[in-house]
């Protein structure tokens, strides 16, 4: 079967990219080798394992379950759009560095967009709530409990109040 | 890169993308949500050498209320918005019970009630919720258009009643009956899993506080989402007591065919199924509000 391309326009933290793709390249894999943003990590590549989350549009989904043909004409968001130009770490990334809420890191930056969408949406959330929201993805060093500090200190940070 | 090659077209229209699936057939997929499919792909398990991309027809997605109070979901409405729309989880409460369950928010973000209900996979909660809620299942292809009610769309493992040419364009739920309470649960090894069994409870009661109507459906116990109603049809007339449900729950455990996995024997999802039952049935009647 000949190569079906397509044609891909897409804009990644801000930046627009045009590139060409095969039909059956996942985004996840668009994103690492056609962008080279390697920092967004492929885990199961069944869905299950979240280390791929980014946000598509704002909304946290996973990019090994999507067509990097099906981000044509949207906005994608992943770990690198996170820090400001100039290197400075945003509250979230701040507390899970302050919190030791990363080990061997694998899985943190698909942690780290699940949890900016979705303080994004609920900035008050309690613990529970942030279990919840976690749920999807997985730390194999089972470091969660750093994870869940940090993602509540975040929330205050970002609300303005002392954790 | 993983899925095996294939064409990929993005539908404009719904007559293109239902005039695409009548050119290619069964070897064509619809992809929606991809939340079931692309996964399938990756493993190679499935290899359709067309994929019609249908994501671009935003008017197979939303909630309306058309006549007669009926609730129509379009196939393409992500569980996100449904999770999100407090209308319909008003109109239909099972589903703020069971959409907590289905996997984890980044799938929910993405994943579809059409894709969910045409992949027809039995330990999935949305397909014994429709057969629950006696939900009509709309189904179109370029030449024709028609309606097939939820217990005969699920044929088997993952097989429904669509035909090569066609796509389940929609979902119409019917409003629940006054004094109607409702109760989804279920029971997983891990959060977001697949339910080792899952029930889905619908008691009506009559204007003396007796049971007029009662639904049970269940999933993750069969192939197909399993209408156990009839096993709890002596409840109808009753009073829906922890007494009279305990009567009834034997025959529940027999309608039900639990195949068994690595984590339950077909004894122990039987067990819970009959326990889940129980509690669904019994929470259904306290949300009534008339259980005096």
Redesign the interface.
């Known amino acids: ?1 000949t ?2 391309r ?1 044609e891909i326009a897409v804009t990644v933290n801000g930046m627009a990219y045009r590139s060409t793709a ?5 985004l996840s ?1 668009f994103l690492r080798h056609e962008l080279r943003l390697a920092g967004t990590h492929v885990g199961c ?3 299950v394992c ?1 280390a791929c ?1 980014v946000l598509l549009d704002g ?4 990019s ?4 990097a ?2 981000a044509d004409g949207h906005e994608l968001t992943t770990i690198e759009g996170l820090a400001t130009d100039d290197g400075a770490l945003s509250p979230l990334q701040t507390a899970m560095h302050d919190h030791h809420g990363l080990q061997c890191g694998y899985c943190t930056p698909g942690i780290l967009m ?1 949890v900016t969408a ?1 303080l994004e949406e609920n900035k008050s959330p309690s613990e529970d709530d942030v279990r ?2 976690l ?3 997985l730390c194999r060093c089972t470091g969660y409990q750093n994870i869940v500090d940090a993602v509540l200190a975040a929330a205050a940070a970002m609300r303005g109040v002392a954790p | ?8 077209i ?1 539908a404009s229209s719904l007559d293109h993308a239902l005039s695409l699936k009548a050119e290619y057939g069964d070897d064509a997929r619809f ?1 929606a949500g ?2 079931s499919l ?2 399938a792909m ?2 190679r398990l499935s290899r359709p ?1 067309v ?1 019609i ?1 249908i ?1 671009r027809l935003s008017d197979l997605a939303g909630v309306d209320w058309p006549e007669g109070n009926d609730i129509r979901v379009g196939a393409l409405t992500r569980y ?1 918005n449904l999770e999100r729309n407090r209308d319909f989880l008003a109109a239909c409460p099972l589903f703020a019970d069971a959409l ?1 369950h289905i ?5 929910r ?2 994943g579809t009630i059409g894709g969910n209900l045409s992949h027809a996979d039995p330990a999935s909660e949305l397909p014994a919720l429709a057969v629950a809620m006696q939900a009509r299942m709309r189904i179109k292809s370029s030449a024709r258009e028609r309606e097939v009610v939820a217990a005969q769309f699920f044929q088997g493992l993952l097989t429904t009643d669509i035909e090569a040419d066609e796509m389940l364009v929609g979902v119409t739920f019917p409003p629940l009956a006054p004094r109607t309470g409702t109760s989804f649960m279920e029971v997983a090894r891990r ?2 899993d697949f339910a080792l069994a899952g029930v889905a409870a619908m008691v009506t009661l009559d204007q003396e506080g007796r049971c007029a109507a009662v639904r049970l459906a269940l999933c993750g116990v069969g192939e197909t989402p399993v209408d156990a109603s009839q096993a709890v049809s002596a409840l109808v007339g009753e009073r829906c007591t922890g007494a009279a449900i305990d009567d009834v729950i034997a025959g529940v455990q027999e309608v039900i065919e639990p195949a068994g996995n690595v984590h339950a024997s077909p004894d122990y999802q039987r067990h819970i199924a009959g326990v889940l039952a129980k509690r669904a049935l019994m929470t259904a009647h306290r949300r009534t509000g008339h259980d005096a």
Do not use: W
């Open positions: 079967m190569p079906d397509h095969d039909a059956r390249l996942l894999d590549e069944h869905g979240g989350t909304i946290a989904v996973r090994c379950l999507m067509l043909v099906q699940t979705f919840e929201a749920s999807g993805n | 890169m993983k899925p095996a090659p294939f064409k990929y993005a992809l991809g939340q692309i996964p990756n493993f050498s994929l991309d994501n996100r907590p996997a984890h928010p980044q799938i973000n993405r959060r977001g």
